[in-house]
């Protein structure tokens, strides 16, 4: 049976080395150092964007010369998937990621200055060594690294490596949109689910089940279902607890589909609800749309960001804003660059950003509206096509 769902080109993979190599030329790096782990927000974004690796259960890192291919270390148990799955062919296990109790005696294990010594001509000269991924990164590895280039100057090049991936390929973008359909598939699921008497739990799976069958390999973030008074804090976690009726369900979906998210978020309203709520959902709906008509490249991000916040606080809702409202979308399911008030940064074409208006902490719950746009040429176009008012039951 044939896959026609996008995917991300082999070909793209060293399109993306030789623009990290540029960086690193004009920030005068010697070596670069993109470390990942499977902490699933954040932890897998740069072995999925530079290897296009799935990291499990151990830690990875992408050492990369400044000039040449990159190589791949990673922990005893991963060489050969890695060999498998991922789009750098020269993979090594790294004695930082080994643990000391176990043994591995048909492994070759190398320790970060051997694989070094061997990616660069003279290793005594590596003055300057970009790190990305230092967030994630123990202490014991950090110390780890640091011991093993003395000599160096590590420098974080986190921002820099998500600059460089902001602006999406037309394969990214594919893959991007098609993530969207998996996520409205999670919200028809949910949609199909949702009435008086079952349980939160029961709808998550029915969304996450429908997702998977459509190519989800996971979620970015936990999928919300959170109703009634479950529906209070910014991060619900989906209970026991049984829908009623006259309530909202707040539904937050962010499948993760070949490295890449989608997110969307919708309250759905469970027969008649009261009339505060129902204010709400229409202030949070006309905040969405304020930050559609004010979207255009050029501009910084925080400008859309405060025509969504303006239009809340008017309404008299603004100490429910509790965060940014826009960033970016990507290997992360909320990746920099984040627009909110105190950032500067800039929307570009071909960027992927997540509008998202959150009413939270509210003496009736909370919800959240948020949709997925491409920033094209003059403007944005929106992903998703969801409703904005949701009903069942």
Known sequence: MTNNKPTIPVSEYPERWRKVQAMMAQRNLDLLVAYADDR??????????????PVHFEPICVLMPLKGEPVLLCGPESDEYARLAGRVSDVRVLREF?????????????????????AVSDLAAVRRVGLAGFGLMGADVWAAFKTALP????????????????QKSPAELAVIRFAYQIAEAG??????????GVTE???????????RRM?????GIDTIVASGPNSRPILARSTFRAIQSGEIVLLTVAPR???YHAAIGRPVLVGDVSAEIQRALDVACKAQEACFAAMRPGIEGRVIEAAGRRTVEDAGLGQYFLYSGVHSVGVIEFEPPIFGPSSASVLLPNMVISVDIPLFNTPWGGL???????????????INITPFVLGSG
């Open 187 to 196: 919200i028809q699921a949910a949609l199909d689910t949702i009435k008086p």
């Open 215 to 219: 190519g989800a390999e996971g979620t």
């Open 98 to 118: 080994t643990h000391p109790d176990e043994d591995y005696p048909y492994s070759k294990i190398q320790s970060l200055a051997e694989v070094a010594a061997e």
């Open 151 to 166: 000599q160096a100057e590590w420098v974080d090049v986190e921002n820099a490596v998500c600059d460089i991936r902001a």
């Open 201 to 211: 739990r029961e709808v998550a799976a029915e969304i996450e089940s429908a997702m």
């Open 40 to 53: 699933a927000t954040f932890g897998a974004a740069h072995a999925r964007w530079f290897a296009n690796f």
């Open 368 to 382: 959240r509206v948020e949709d997925g746009f491409v920033m094209t040429e003059t403007g944005a176009e929106r």
């Open 257 to 259: 589909y070949e490295g």
